[in-house]
């Protein structure tokens, strides 16, 4: 189709596939600055979902902003409509009234719905202390939907089981989730490589798309979990040409959505190249 | 001080290097702020200066602050549920001390912390909510996740007790002699911080008259009952930002990580920055100009 | 409305006879304001008017509210922690209903009462407080008051149950079209009303573009999120106060007072001021001359 | 001495007995218009508590201001330092951090500690329906001091046992208190004719003091419960001629002091007075 977009990168592929998870009247929350997730937020507030209500760290209805480096939290917090702290907000969205979507990158996942920001190898002395859980152990049971996002679609990230449950989906099938008093909605894994969903305890993921360019064995050997693999696999819909234009001059001007896909030593020259860019752009 | 003593203190204005009377060896202190924003860097620096040891460091969401207390040896016990420098990287020191086994640590969800920290300012031993059921946290540390089954509904709940920190220092826009403190920006719990704490230390850009704050009391976010120490100190979050004053410095946050990468190297940060006096501490990353950059930085935000 | 709908309208304004649409004959609702300030007076108005039945009331403070719609008959149940026209007096009708043992209550403590609604929007079956230990109402109510043993001090404490209205009605001083309603003045415990009822209108004394709540968002205190229906109602508080606004209106106090104290004159007063449109009311109990008046009272307080 | 006065009234010996309990530095909270309680609140503030902290409806700090009928909350509320609504108020008041001293008046009280504002009679269809307990069980409880004041101190009022406990103070000894959690702190009543203290579960009130004119036998002839009545009972400290003019230059220009001393057929008339003089002075 004509209007699809030949010409994006990975990163976008992701983004954009995290944006279309947004729907119109969604309530979403800007927590720790993930700069994928902050893109595919504005980009689903500005094109297909312009009523949805974010908070935007203490900014509640926050206006969306073009992502910058260095001003995206002001930016962020520019023109909401009401103020909440972190405990208002918790009590009102993540615990009463329920977010949609928040979409979290996580160390590990595993076949079970379970995610890891915590240790990997032993809890006391491990071999990688990430950051902790923060909001995300309710992130992922409470939320309408869990969204993982995965720049490295590996056996390393994508595990038979984590080694230490950060959070967990708990309950998965709808039924299950609507007799615990929750809301009923997919686990869904997309990464650099796929989209996986699982939608029933006692069945694994489902390879529900692979991106354009990969192969069903590329996803299958690179997964560390089973996988229910259809007989007849789609691909995963392409960014369009609408969405890309957006993202680069309007959402993602400076390119922060290719953050998460670099590898770790490159970040620093990468930020202070944009740094210098929104130099120039204030005009100095 | 009492309740009383802080009603009946009209001037609780100190200097930095005062906070020594409030924060000892060995306290409990929670940090406020949230993420990279509004933490109490000056605070936290003047700790590290005055070669403070022991602290048992209670962190919602924590990130240089923590690293830096880590680093600089003055932590015993770290409990945090987050603890991020986040597009720059894991935190040097907090990962380097907790993989050599050196930190003793009590890792809990944000929900339950932040609940934790409230339920001793609503006077109550326990707060109850839908907690993070089927996760290693409830394994880890059962004695502060516990079952409680609600009495109406028969559901399975858990239960958090109320967190008591000793000290709770906090950085704000501004404050008022008597203490009441103004937030704009973003809010962590900062609120519930200072409740729970038994000394409150807040640093805050600028002391102004009592009504400046009336002018818009709906800012104000920490009464003064819940405070007894206001230090004025301008651009007392930095590095980290506290919008919409100025944002974070990420010329200087990436300073921070390449230096924090080594002991040796962490050691020269501290010699250059911290270990001097705060005034020395705000040239030495880059003085008036850099400021001011921070604060036109803030300002000049656009929406789509 | 699902949350999913009202994230979604951006446009809920309706007009006073629209509420029908939203409660019904036996509906639970919980009714804002307290004291005699900000109760949503032309929505109770409104409700006698419809002719609305067998309506199981909430009320934390409540006042002339609840004495008129106890009076007018649309009330089966009332739950409330007070019922007052403080100075004016007791309030005639809802004496008088209880006391002939014509009206179910469920006399509930404040506090309790206030946790019941808050524990529903956090999303909790129950919460915990330190009860009213040795009073009547855990006698009264054991089915509303249990008492929980704190797992980790074994405190006794008392456990509130959610509470869950139908709906709630709400005045306050202004909204946007979208809903997101700003709060000035006197504020009862109307957030968590709105937070607890499936289905939530309230009138304001304007409607303003959004752009204006932006100026000063820290005065928006119920988001769009949990809002259904918006209505314009200028004075939709009178006889009530709506600071800083306008004060209550003691003179029209007065005649209700005189006119509930008994039945039959009580019927007048319902004829001559309610069973009208809300404009014939606020003609009859003076119009703009009196309003104005009231808005003056409001305006030139002074401080000592 | 002669800076006590001789010319005030029997509201206004109460009045200043109930500021007299205000200490500076204490927490107060002005709740259901009672206009002795919230003169009493504001004549200590300009007197001897300037340093106290009162919230008023939902301004925190307010300033102090002149008591008027039609006005009195939007001057309460003016000025405030902070706004909190009435759930934050009484997590943070009530619950917290603490009020000192929150006076109270009731339908009855009784010789343990208790008061009812809620019915007397038979509970589901009483002789007289009171307005109900609003915060008053935790003030009785939880604030520092439990304090009551009665304009008419009789039989009827100050019962044996009170039909319904709508508060109480619970524990009454400031041992008991601080093992349950508590401050210490005493029960006053505070009445037309005198001044009654219990520190004791198991002991009665003890007469503290008579007001000047008034004797031990008027206080225990008109008292329903036992009295510990001391050999030598002392004079209720009179007003000063200072607190009597602030009362009647400053705090109450209108007389408002009196409202709860009236029979209530006189109290419409009065009002109506009131207000006539408040458009006075708004220039109509």
């Known amino acids: 189709m004509s209007s699809y977009s030949d010409d994006y990168t990975p990163a976008e592929m992701v983004c954009v596939s995290v944006a279309r998870e947004i729907e119109d009247g969604d309530i979403l929350i800007l927590g720790s600055f993930t700069p994928l997730a902050f893109v595919s937020y504005i980009l689903a507030k500005v094109t297909h979902a312009p009523n949805m209500m974010y908070m935007a760290y203490s900014s509640v209805d926050a206006k969306p902003f073009p992502l910058t480096f260095a001003t995206y939290e002001a930016a962020a917090t520019k023109g909401g409509v009401a103020r909440w702290n972190m405990t208002e907000c918790i009590h009102s969205l993540y615990l009463g009234t329920g977010v949609d979507v928040e979409p979290i990158s996580s160390i590990q996942a595993d076949g079970h719905g379970n995610i890891n920001i915590s240790v990997v190898g032993d809890y006391h002395k491990p071999m990688l202390r990430g950051p902790g859980g923060a909001g995300a152990p309710e992130v992922v049971k409470m939320h309408r939907k869990m969204l993982g996002y995965f720049p490295s679609h590996n056996k390393r990230t994508l595990v038979p089981k984590v080694d230490f449950i950060t959070g967990t989906r708990w309950k998965i099938s709808n039924q299950e989730r609507m007799k615990a008093g929750l809301r009923p909605g997919p686990v869904k894994l997309i990464t650099n490589l796929a989209i996986l969903t699982k939608e029933e305890e006692a069945r694994p993921f489902r390879l529900t798309s692979v991106h354009p360019g990969v192969t069903v064995k590329d996803v299958v050997d690179n997964t560390g979990f089973e996988l229910d693999v259809p007989g007849d696999v789609a691909q995963t819909e392409q960014p369009t040409r609408e969405q890309i234009r957006i993202l680069r001059e309007q959402v993602d001007p400076y390119g922060m959505v290719a953050f998460d896909f670099m590898p770790g030593k490159e970040r620093p020259a990468y930020l202070k190249g944009i740094l210098e860019k929104e130099l120039q752009a204030l005009g100095r | 001080m009492t309740t009383k003593e802080r ?175 103004q937030i704009e920006g973003t809010a962590g719990s900062d609120l519930e911080l200072a409740k729970a704490a038994r000394r409150v230390i807040v640093s805050v850009e600028e002391v102004v008259p009592t009504e400046v704050l009336r002018e818009n009391p709906f800012k104000t976010k920490i009464p003064r009952i819940y405070v007894d120490m206001v230090i004025e100190q301008p651009f007392g979050a930095h590095p980290c930002s506290l919008v919409p004053g100025y944002v974070g410095d990420p010329w200087h946050m990436m300073t921070y990580m390449d230096m924090a990468a080594k002991p040796d190297t962490f050691k020269s940060y501290l010699d250059q920055y911290v270990m001097r006096s705060e005034d020395e501490y705000l040239e030495a990353a880059g003085g008036l100009k850099q400021m001011n950059l921070l604060k036109k930085l803030a300002r000049e935000v656009k929406s789509l």
């Open chain 2, 7 to 181: 009603v009946l203190a009209q001037n609780k204005v100190a200097k930095l290097t005062d906070i020594g009377r409030l924060i000892k060896d060995g306290d409990s202190v929670a940090i406020g702020g949230a993420w990279l924003s509004s933490h109490p860097m000056a605070l936290v620096r003047q700790l590290i200066r005055s070669g403070i040891r022991n602290l048992n460091v209670m962190t919602i969401l924590g990130s240089v602050d923590i690293d830096m207390l880590v680093g600089a040896g003055c932590v015993d016990r770290l409990m945090f549920s987050f603890v991020s420098m986040e597009a720059y990287g894991l935190p040097p020191n907090f990962r380097r001390a907790i993989e050599k086994g050196e930190l003793k640590y009590d890792e809990i969800s944000g929900l339950a912390i932040i609940i934790g920290f409230e339920a001793t300012g609503r006077g109550v031993p326990f707060l109850p909510y839908r907690g993070p059921f089927g996760s290693d946290y409830l394994n880890q540390r059962p004695d502060f996740y516990k079952k409680i089954v609600c009495p109406f509904t028969g559901e399975e709940m858990t239960a958090v007790p109320a967190i008591k920190p000793d000290v709770a220092i906090i950085h704000a826009q501004r404050a008022d002699p008597a203490g009441n403190i």
